[in-house]
């Protein structure tokens, strides 16, 4: 097992509010590997519309 | 006084918050929404003051992976037991102060009752490396997860049911990050990595764990702000993590939840500083409609109610005390828009066909 930081950006549409964000956040971390600890630590508006956010997250890559 | 009002409030570890960012400088204010709920779930953060401790039966001391779980519902709290708190020292400590921590673990036995043991060292040094984000976050890791993983097996194999774990951090005596903390205007460094290290274990062992960093003491420094004052008292950060988990509740998997145990269903509320909206817990207690009081309390972090389009979604609290107040109506009850003038007008519909 190894321990990476990683730092994604990520558009939420305008149609989801926050108390939909959390599972769709998921989604994209578990991309990259098995998240441990995140947060979103900045959210502006999109230009799209909806919000474009910051994550800051420590994951688990599972080696064998 | 109405029935309990169980609140979960969470202070997020290494953002620098100013109440709360330090050494267990949130506990006041833990103690004040504790006696207003009646049962407050919190994590070590707000807890640990390092030698200095404050224990309450309304206090459910959940680390910060356990506390993401059961904010999600995956995972239900049982209070009642006493814990046997295992103690898992990195090979990395140099033999002084590795007495240093032993003595403390027999210090609480022999003072305060607690009920401690095995001993477990860890295989290899867990190496320790401390890092920040782009955000001005802390975070930090460890080049061997697999040693701390297998030293905590063995402790849970051995009798422990919660796990109190110390890793040699690098020391830091003249950083202008460290005069920053020390003199209260910074984040907490070290925080970061702590988590990371408790939050594999209970990941990994589903049981109680919390962590101490062991360091070199520290040169005086008269400027000291009393927030960090806590962790200059002493040889160990180690007594509170002891103390904390000696009454931890356990951890459940939601489905073998029984009557008594805590599942998120049963929240009231969650106090959350109003800059700090954007972690698991938050978000997950947003997801199952649990009212949110967001308490001003600025950190590097502006995750906010506005920049999240939740201003109708929070309640705004200026003070700790404040948000104690909240809950108390809460609790009581008393709907909170009457206690606020202007009382705005009822909205009144007609009854027509469509």
Known sequence: MRIESLQLQLPLPAYQTACDWRGRILDHLRVHGEPLRWAITSVMDSPEGGSEVVIEAVMLQHEG | MAAVFPTLMIVPTGIGCEIGGYAGDALPAARVLAAASGCLVTHPNVMNGAALYWSDERILYVEGWGLDRFAAGELALRGGRRQRVGLLLDAGIEPSLRDRHLQVADACRATLGLEIGPVVTTDVPLEVTLRQGESGVSWGSLERPDALLRAGEKLRERGASA??????????????????????????????????????????????????????????????DPR???????????????????????????????????????????????????????????????????????????????????????????????????????????ALPSLQRPLLPLDCFSSTRD
């Open chain 2, 163 to 224: 796990i109190a774990v110390v890793a040699r951090f690098p020391d830091d005596s003249g950083s202008e990050a460290l005069q920053a903390y020390r003199h209260g205007s910074g984040v907490d460094g070290l925080a970061g990595a702590e988590a990371v290290i408790s939050h594999l274990l209970v990941r990994h062992l589903q049981i109680p764990c919390a962590h101490a960093p062991a360091l070199a003491p520290l040169p005086l420094d008269p400027q000291l």
């Open chain 2, 228 to 334: 960090a004052a806590a962790e200059e008292l002493a040889h160990t950060f180690l007594p509170c993590v002891l103390v904390g988990l000696s009454r931890a509740p356990d951890l459940i998997q939601s489905a073998s939840a029984q009557p008594g145990d805590l599942l998120a269903s049963g929240l009231g509320a969650l106090v959350v500083p109003e800059g700090a909206l954007g972690g698991e817990a938050v978000l997950a207690c947003l997801e199952r409609n649990v009212p949110v009081i967001a308490v001003t309390n600025p950190s590097v972090l502006q995750v906010s109610s506005h920049s999240m389009g939740l201003e109708g979604r929070v309640v705004a609290a200026a003070t700790y005390a404040e948000a104690a107040g909240l809950l108390l109506a809460m609790r009581e009850g008393v």
